[in-house]
C-alpha cells in the first residue's frame, strides 16, 4: 500500500494514519477524502458519533448488519465484511 501524501494526514501519529488509510481502503476511498473542504460542524458531530457507535458494537454479526443498512442506505453494491 502506498504512502497517502496528504499534508492534512502528515500531522497525524503514525497509528492514527494507519487507522484511516485502512479505513479508506475499505470504503474505497482516499484519506484525503477525510479532510475535504465541503464538511460541516454538524457532519462532523455526525461521523464522530458514528465512528464511536461502530466501535461500540463488538459483535460481527452486528457488524455486518450495519455495514449492509449503511451501504442500502448509500446505494453501493454490497461486498464481504473483512475481519481485521
Do not use: Q, Y
Not at 477524502?33 to 461502530?54: C, H, I, K, M, Q
Amino acid at each position: 500500500m502506498n504512502a497517502d501524501p496528504d499534508p492534512e494526514s502528515s500531522c497525524l501519529p503514525d497509528s492514527a494514519h494507519r487507522r484511516l488509510r485502512s479505513i479508506a481502503e475499505t470504503l474505497g476511498c482516499s484519506v484525503s477524502d477525510f479532510f475535504g473542504p465541503t464538511t460541516s460542524r454538524s457532519d462532523l458531530s455526525a461521523t464522530v458519533e458514528l465512528l464511536r457507535l461502530w466501535n461500540a458494537i463488538t459483535d460481527e454479526a452486528d457488524r455486518a448488519a450495519v455495514l449492509r443498512h449503511a451501504r442500502e442506505a448509500a446505494g453501493v453494491v454490497a461486498r464481504e465484511v473483512e475481519t481485521v
